[in-house]
């Protein structure tokens, strides 16, 4: 469960600790509270990520893939690039993207906003981790009528996708 820095998911996952929530910009992830229905015995981690990782994640999306995403997104998968760069043998990692960019043309995708906030308006491309064997995205639902040729299109389509984001 990726949680930007300034939430309080992180201090009460690792510490079981309240703390007082600090100021983030990333919209959509990280609280001041705990929900009542949030069992946090069930998670496995939570990383942790800033505004600017977040941000950077969304605007190289939408320049190599075409891919406009919210910050929340962005989060979501600059945390699994780096839960899989951290990861030996074959793996699934997935990576929820719950929001469009098109509500942040004025914040993530505005030069001036993002300099004016102090944040890169450039990422560093970084190189892939080593790999036993390359990283595998894989679909489950799809609407096509042949749901096997569907799932390897798809299938491989992803793993392109993924193979530039993380270049």
């Not at 201090?11 to 919209?27: C, D, G, I, Q, Y």
């Not at 004016?116 to 609407?143: D, I, M, N, T």
Request: with cysteine; hydrophobic share 40%.
């Amino acid at each position: 469960m990726p949680d930007p820095l300034g939430s309080i998911f992180y201090e009460m996952w690792a510490h079981n600790k309240l703390v007082k929530p600090e100021s983030f910009e990333v919209e959509g992830v990280g609280k001041d509270s705990i929900p009542l229905a949030l069992d946090m015995s069930l998670i496995d981690a939570v990383p942790r990520f800033s505004d600017e990782q977040a941000f950077t994640m969304c605007r190289k999306m939408a320049r190599s893939l075409g891919m406009m995403v919210g910050g929340s997104a962005g989060g979501n998968v600059h945390a699994a690039i780096e839960l899989a760069r951290g990861l030996e043998g074959p793996a699934v990692v997935i990576a929820v993207m719950p929001d469009s960019g098109v509500k942040y043309l004025s914040k993530i995708f505005n030069d001036e906003w993002m300099g004016e906030k102090g944040y890169k308006l450039e990422c560093q491309a970084r190189a892939p981790p080593p790999c036993v064997s390359p990283p595998r995205v894989l679909a489950s639902r799809h609407l096509q009528p042949n749901p096997t040729r569907a799932r390897r299109h798809v299938t491989g389509r992803l793993e392109r996708i993924l193979r530039r984001i993380t270049r």
